[in-house]
């Protein structure tokens, strides 16, 4: 469905953060949702021109804006993506 797009929209979960949290449910969600990294893969692997990243969970918090924006970067230079990843 992916393949060859313009632009992949996709949310994305921080699973480092989520994994240290005492509820088993909301640990839960790692199995169905996806990282940066794992969204830059599927972007990679569909030829996807442009990734936007959106409905981050957990949510941006005051102080987290510098580590979203590194895993971003980390994503962008990977060998595997062509286009740029922007943030929604």
Request: aromatic letters at 4%.
């Given at each position: ?7 992949l929209?996709?949310?994305v979960?921080?699973k480092?953060?989520?994994e ?21 893969g599927t ?18 918090a005051?102080?987290?804006e ?18 740029p990843?922007?943030?929604?």
């Amino acid at each position: 469905m992916t393949a060859g797009a313009d632009a992949l929209v996709h949310t994305v979960i921080r699973k480092d953060l989520i994994e240290t949290m005492p509820q088993q449910r909301i640990r839960d969600i790692c199995d169905y949702h996806s990282s940066v990294e794992e969204a830059a893969g599927t972007a990679a692997r569909a030829g996807v021109g442009t990734l936007i990243l959106t409905h981050y969970v957990p949510p941006v918090a005051p102080g987290q804006e510098d580590d979203w924006r590194a895993l971003r970067r980390r994503c962008s230079t990977d060998a595997s993506r062509s286009g740029p990843i922007c943030t929604a």
